[in-house]
């Protein structure tokens, strides 16, 4: 009501310049103030979840799209590295393992922060992307896609591990062993025995570490099936169903050469990609 | 973290006992000096890990994108000649340069900043290559379950096999508060992680017999901020223990425990380069072990644990075979642990 008020006075009163600049000034601000509400009223649809507080595991994949799939997880792997530096969360990366070309067909880390889960657990899905890969010579545009999986972390408290449920395999050297053998390869698989889950890690200096970041991917692996199990017996009571957390369902298509990119879970478009892949403004 | 705390070390004293002079000349950077001819020996100096030194050179991404290119094909191309005793392959390689590239740089907006120059950099990768200079001698430090150690020639370089002595400790209730002893620290691991892990009165006396070791493990406790909790000593075995005869609340030892006659065989990297004192344990292997055995009845208290760490299998089974027929009265549940892969690596048990 406002803005239309002051949008009417500002043609109004063309000659004015101190009428003209009080009204825009405070135009402005009305629209400022529309988007914070706009922003908390969005805010308030979203359903609650009581692990919103909670640190997350991001894992991107490439999907369909071979090389340039591979590419295009490593940027949106990245753009979230740098989301969450602007938001001061801490970004640690689990694992990669590189394509031919130094993309990531996987890509895995972990980020802590407050309300890291909550602000990120919508970005589970498909991320397509539109463009001319690096690998193209004829210039035509390829549709790719990526999927991303946000999980919350879970800690001994939430998910109890048996031991004896584990399968840990480990590089080994063949013959003694030990002292007799120098190697730097450290990397560990641990295989849930129960759920068949298994996580491999390569990418730590000490099989200790490896070891560590395995059972912390793992723990968050059950942590979401159980979570899963939860849901999906909770929602059979509920009508509406915001963000499903499908991990097949479309979060974004980014379009390059067009500089543009929709959400399709609100369906709107951003006009501005490179602020979107710098970690701006994934809202 | 402690960071950037360059090393203090010196000693006064004598001359560093190399078992054969070096094949090459390593980098400037690397090489541990000490000067047997003079009579006022200079102190000897521990050339810091590569990820500490300062970074005081630069270089254009351009260029350190050819030293990876260069450095990944010869990977590639020499992994074949490399994997023959057991050495690594060329996916292990490539790892090995992301680390190395991870250690020696730090990107400042378009150019990347160095700990040591290029140049530096293609002659450590071809010692690597060429000489089957172990990577953890290359970059100056081992990772070791969550610590980072500085390891240089002449200390064995902790074994990922090894990490497991310190759970073991760790299992074992009651003795938190006491004094453990780690013999033949080399560079001071498992005396590092067993300090971190005990109770606030706990302490743990580290001893080696090689000098180089006794800087190198002074060195890493130092950067792990544990002076307090841990105390070198150098000397053979238990003869620096005299004053702690029967008070030991815990004895664990990674000793030498290759057979002499397997020693010319091991892997070149290990073979060549890690020094002979730390791996050779005579003729079945079983001269220290042995030593630790009869020595550990003297030194730990009633109740007191220990835990060796043996070459596996048969020599495992030999100790306990030793130890429960010929000191039976001396110990109680002696156990054998196994490692990672299944190997039986481990002698555990208690003192009656």
Request: charged fraction near 30%.
């Given at each position: 009501m406002e803005i239309d008020g002051l949008k009417s006075l500002l043609s109004d009163c063309a000659e004015d310049k101190d009428m003209c600049a009080m009204a825009s000034e405070e135009l402005t601000e009305a629209f400022g103030q529309e988007k914070r509400l706009l922003h908390s009223l969005l805010k308030s649809f979203l359903p609650k979840d009581d692990d919103d507080e909670r640190d997350c595991i991001l894992e991107v994949r490439a999907g369909t799209g071979g090389e340039e799939a591979s590419l295009f997880a490593m940027d949106v792997f990245k753009m979230y590295e740098k989301y969450s530096q602007k938001n001061g969360w801490k970004f640690e990366v689990i694992d990669t393992k590189e394509s031919d070309?130094?993309?990531?067909t996987e890509a895995s880390g972990t980020l802590s922060g407050r309300g890291v889960y909550g602000k990120l657990k919508f970005e589970s899905g498909v991320h397509r992307v539109q463009r001319v890969p690096v690998?193209?010579?004829?210039?035509r545009v390829h549709t790719s896609a990526v999927t991303v999986a946000i999980l919350p972390q879970a800690d001994e408290v939430d998910i109890v591990v048996r031991n004896e449920d584990l399968r840990v395999d480990t590089y080994r050297s063949g013959g003694s062993g030990g002292q007799s053998v120098n190697t730097t390869n450290s990397a560990v698989r641990i295989t849930h025995?129960?759920?068949g889950i298994a996580v491999a890690i390569q990418d730590e200096r000490s099989q200790h570490m490896n070891k560590a970041k395995a059972l912390k991917v793992l723990r968050a692996k059950l942590y979401e099936i159980e979570r899963r199990r939860l849901h999906s017996s909770r929602s059979k009571l509920r009508s509406e169903q915001i963000?499903?957390?499908?991990?097949s369902e479309r979060i974004r298509t980014y379009n390059f050469p067009q500089g543009r990119v929709t959400d399709?879970?609100?369906?709107i478009t951003h006009h501005s990609i490179d602020d979107v892949m710098e970690g701006q403004m994934l809202k | 973290m402690s960071r950037l705390r360059l090393p203090l070390l010196s000693s006064a004293s004598t001359t560093l006992r190399r078992r054969?002079?070096?094949r090459s000349s390593y980098s400037s950077g690397a090489v541990i000096t000490s000067s047997s001819?003079?009579?006022?020996t200079p102190p000897l100096k521990l050339q810091s890990p590569l990820f500490l030194r300062p970074l005081s050179h630069s270089a254009s991404p351009s260029a350190l994108l050819s030293f990876r290119r260069w450095a990944e094909s010869l990977a590639r191309s020499s992994a074949a000649d490399l994997t023959f005793d057991g050495g690594p392959s060329s996916s292990e390689l490539i790892r090995e340069i992301s680390w190395l590239l991870q250690d020696a740089t730090s990107q400042d907006g378009d150019t990347f900043l160095l700990r040591t120059d290029l140049e530096d950099l293609y002659r450590l990768w071809r010692q690597r290559i060429e000489?089957?200079?172990p990577f953890q001698y290359i970059v100056g430090c081992q990772h070791w379950r969550d610590l980072v150690l500085a390891v240089s020639e002449g200390v064995l370089i902790p074994r990922?096999?090894?990490?497991e002595i310190v759970n073991l400790a760790a299992r074992?209730?009651?003795?938190?508060d006491g004094m453990w002893a780690d013999l033949g620290t080399g560079s001071g691991a498992i005396a590092i992680a067993i300090a971190r892990m005990l109770g606030e009165n706990g302490k743990v006396v580290a001893t080696d017999l090689s000098e180089m070791a006794v800087e190198v493990a002074q060195f890493n406790v130092g950067r792990y901020k544990l002076e307090n909790k841990v105390e070198i000593r150098q000397g053979?075995?238990?003869?620096?223990?005299q004053d702690l005869q029967g008070k030991l609340s815990g004895l664990v030892s990674n000793p030498p425990y290759i057979p002499s006659s397997h020693i010319h065989g091991l892997q070149a990297e290990v073979g060549r380069h890690e020094p002979s004192l730390a791996l050779d344990g005579g003729e079945n292997g079983t001269d220290h072990l042995l030593r630790l055995c009869e020595g550990s009845i003297s030194s730990l208290k009633p109740g007191g644990f220990f835990a060796f760490e043996t070459n596996g299998d048969k020599q495992s089974e030999q100790i306990v075979d030793f130890m429960t027929t010929q000191w039976s009265n001396s110990f109680h549940d002696i156990k054998i642990e196994a490692d990672f892969a299944g190997i039986k690596r481990f002698v555990t048990g208690f003192r009656r």
């Open positions: 070309l130094k993309g990531y690998t193209e010579k004829s210039g025995l129960p759920t963000g499903s957390g499908d991990r399709h879970r609100v369906g | 054969r002079s070096p001819a003079s009579h006022h000489e089957r200079r990922p096999e090894t990490e074992v209730e009651g003795l938190q053979s075995w238990f003869e620096p223990l």
